[in-house]
């Protein structure tokens, strides 16, 4: 029987347009290999067209004073609270995450919207006293134009949120690509923004690959300033790009997340909490936790209590209640995942659950990866190193804190940790000398909240951070301001009596 398929079209100036060419792709459900919906495969007029139309919003958008570009925001968010089951039914079917999770994934959407809709009422900046007499000082935020958002497709609405919102309440347009994998994501999301009352060109949307639409983004003169979340590889490029053409780029790029685990932690908590960060999202999130550090007396304890889990894990299609982990999003992912567990294999690690695709039933169809765990895993493996971004995980063995902080450390990456232990004194330690962006005490290494800085260090990221005040420094630049009412020059520096 044949299911009609529905039709999206990018949003350029205010209006749903077909991609100049006419040329479409599918978008499809990895649960179940169906069509979930056609869009467009634009290309680079189509980037243009809506570069042009964030240009010229610019000029308007940016005088709107920002309580007022703020109320459309809380508009916005109430929008997404109200469609907050449909979106999230959505986002399962296009990328696989259990329901529990895409409704996590909107509601920090809502967090951030409302948290950043706030900051239009305060956007502080300072005033400070001047070195000269009858001269005022102070610093504003000022707005840098169109801005180009690139984003991944495993956190289809929250990852957005993180740079739209921003960007729009500091003054900014946007031309926005969604991942390939995500699109309509993408979409329902700016149809939330029209809905709320955003001028035409404020924000625009555009689909297609990141070959074609990434690139005439990053490429664009008239585009100021691009924010991409994703690959280390691609995230560099573009940086390398950006530094050529002059552009302020920031970027939120791989980890490679560890949990530590000491002898004294409570193994109960520790369990549940690396099941969750391994598994939740299929692995498939930027702060998903690949290494586990092992304090050595608990070792034996700790890796039969994982297996034991892990067996009990349901896959299954994201929209079914009972179902722990859904697909990885697909077969090309798929098909790193398991290169990864080749690579393993080969380098001696002991795969002791997992490691291999389930096709049982009518998992055929999509594309669903065991549950993973390696064990005897040296830390310099190359699964130990690198970021695989699926359901895949590795115990090390570690003497004692330090050795374990070393281990966690010595990776190219740093976003987030996580420490197991109920030593106050350990705790402070691994906070201290942890190199990431993020630390967690008895907590796994994900579900960061949005009103703190997300991001992290190395090969991480760029120096930025989303989330927090702190995202307003990436979308808005500094003025400084000073009003001399003396009537005389007054030389700083040098006029000192
Ligand atoms: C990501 O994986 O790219 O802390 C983002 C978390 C989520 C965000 C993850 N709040 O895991």
Same mark, same amino acid.
């Given at each position: 029987m044949a299911v009609e398929v529905q039709v999206f079209k990018n949003y350029i100036d205010g209006k749903w347009v077909d991609a100049k060419s006419g040329k479409t792709f599918e978008s499809i459900?990895?649960?179940?290999?169906?069509?979930?919906?056609?869009?467009?495969?634009?290309?680079?007029?189509?980037?243009?067209?809506?570069?042009?139309?964030?240009?010229?919003?610019f000029q308007s958008w940016r005088k709107?004073?920002?309580?007022?570009?703020a109320e459309i925001l809380f508009r916005a968010a109430e929008l997404l609270v109200k469609r907050k089951e449909e979106l999230a039914r959505l986002m399962t079917q296009e990328m696989g995450k259990v329901l529990l999770e895409a409704r996590g994934d909107v509601q920090e959407a809502i967090d951030m919207t409302y948290f950043i809709a706030g900051e239009g009422r305060r956007m502080h900046g300072y005033t400070t006293p001047s070195e000269?007499?009858?001269?005022?000082?102070?610093?504003?935020?000022?707005?840098?134009?169109?801005?180009?958002?690139?984003?991944?497709?495993?956190?289809?609405?929250?990852?957005?949120?993180?740079?739209?919102?921003?960007?729009?309440v500091c003054g900014?347009?946007?031309?926005?690509?969604?991942?390939?994998?995500?699109?309509?994501?993408?979409?329902?999301?700016?149809?939330?923004?029209?809905?709320?009352?955003?001028? =035409?060109? %404020?924000?625009? !949307?555009?689909?297609?690959?990141?070959?074609?639409? /990434?690139?005439? $983004?990053? +490429?664009? =003169?008239? %585009?100021?300033? !691009?924010?991409?979340?994703?690959?280390?590889?691609? /995230?560099?490029? $573009?940086? +390398?790009?950006?530094?050529?053409?002059?552009?302020?780029?920031?970027?939120?790029?791989?980890?490679?997340?560890? $949990?530590?685990?000491?002898?004294?932690?409570?193994?109960?908590?520790?369990e549940d909490s690396i099941i969750w960060a391994a598994f939740g999202t299929s692995g498939q999130r930027c702060t998903a936790a690949s290494r586990v550090i092992v304090h050595e007396p608990i070792k034996k304890d700790l890796t039969e209590r994982l297996v034991e889990?892990?067996?009990?894990?349901?896959?299954?299609?994201?929209?079914?209640?009972?179902?722990?982990?859904?697909?990885?999003?697909?077969?090309s992912q798929l098909?790193?995942?398991?290169?990864?567990?080749?690579?393993?294999?080969?380098?001696?690690?002991?795969?002791?659950?997992?490691?291999?695709?389930?096709?049982?039933?009518?998992?055929?169809?999509?594309?669903f990866y065991a549950p993973t765990l390696f064990d005897e895993v040296h830390p310099k493996m190359r699964i130990a190193q690198e970021e695989i971004f699926g359901p895949v995980t590795d115990l090390i063995r570690a003497k004692d804190l330090d050795e374990a902080v070393a281990i966690l450390n010595d990776v190219q990456y740093g976003l987030s940790a996580s420490i197991f232990t109920r030593d106050v004194n350990k705790a402070m330690r691994a906070i201290e000398e942890i190199h990431t962006g993020i630390v967690y005490v008895n907590h796994g290494t994900i579900g960061a909240e949005v009103h703190l800085p997300f991001g992290g260090?190395?090969?991480?990221?760029?120096?930025?951070?989303?989330?927090?005040?702190?995202?307003?420094?990436?979308?808005?630049?500094?003025?400084?301001?000073?009003?001399?009412y003396s009537g005389r020059l007054q030389r700083a520096q040098i006029d000192r009596e």
């Amino acid at each position: 029987m044949a299911v009609e398929v529905q039709v999206f079209k990018n949003y350029i100036d205010g209006k749903w347009v077909d991609a100049k060419s006419g040329k479409t792709f599918e978008s499809i459900n990895p649960a179940t290999g169906e069509v979930l919906a056609v869009v467009s495969q634009s290309g680079p007029e189509d980037v243009d067209a809506a570069v042009q139309a964030a240009k010229k919003a610019f000029q308007s958008w940016r005088k709107v004073p920002a309580p007022r570009r703020a109320e459309i925001l809380f508009r916005a968010a109430e929008l997404l609270v109200k469609r907050k089951e449909e979106l999230a039914r959505l986002m399962t079917q296009e990328m696989g995450k259990v329901l529990l999770e895409a409704r996590g994934d909107v509601q920090e959407a809502i967090d951030m919207t409302y948290f950043i809709a706030g900051e239009g009422r305060r956007m502080h900046g300072y005033t400070t006293p001047s070195e000269m007499p009858n001269k005022a000082a102070y610093c504003i935020r000022q707005p840098i134009g169109v801005c180009g958002i690139i984003t991944p497709w495993n956190f289809p609405m929250a990852i957005p949120s993180w740079k739209i919102i921003p960007a729009l309440v500091c003054g900014n347009t946007v031309v926005f690509k969604p991942a390939s994998y995500t699109p309509v994501c993408g979409i329902k999301f700016v149809e939330i923004f029209e809905e709320a009352g955003l001028p =035409p060109g %404020v924000l625009n !949307i555009v689909t297609g690959s990141g070959g074609v639409v /990434g690139d005439a $983004i990053v +490429e664009h =003169p008239d %585009v100021a300033l !691009i924010s991409f979340t994703g690959s280390t590889e691609i /995230g560099l490029r $573009i940086a +390398e790009k950006c530094g050529r053409l002059g552009k302020r780029v920031s970027l939120e790029m791989g980890g490679k997340n560890a $949990i530590i685990v000491m002898d004294d932690a409570d193994l109960n908590l520790a369990e549940d909490s690396i099941i969750w960060a391994a598994f939740g999202t299929s692995g498939q999130r930027c702060t998903a936790a690949s290494r586990v550090i092992v304090h050595e007396p608990i070792k034996k304890d700790l890796t039969e209590r994982l297996v034991e889990r892990i067996k009990r894990l349901r896959l299954g299609d994201g929209l079914r209640p009972e179902t722990d982990v859904g697909p990885v999003v697909s077969l090309s992912q798929l098909e790193r995942i398991h290169s990864y567990v080749e690579i393993g294999k080969q380098e001696g690690a002991k795969l002791l659950v997992g490691g291999q695709r389930v096709t049982e039933g009518e998992l055929a169809r999509g594309y669903f990866y065991a549950p993973t765990l390696f064990d005897e895993v040296h830390p310099k493996m190359r699964i130990a190193q690198e970021e695989i971004f699926g359901p895949v995980t590795d115990l090390i063995r570690a003497k004692d804190l330090d050795e374990a902080v070393a281990i966690l450390n010595d990776v190219q990456y740093g976003l987030s940790a996580s420490i197991f232990t109920r030593d106050v004194n350990k705790a402070m330690r691994a906070i201290e000398e942890i190199h990431t962006g993020i630390v967690y005490v008895n907590h796994g290494t994900i579900g960061a909240e949005v009103h703190l800085p997300f991001g992290g260090t190395k090969f991480t990221g760029n120096g930025h951070r989303e989330g927090g005040v702190q995202v307003l420094d990436v979308f808005s630049e500094w003025k400084a301001v000073y009003i001399d009412y003396s009537g005389r020059l007054q030389r700083a520096q040098i006029d000192r009596e």
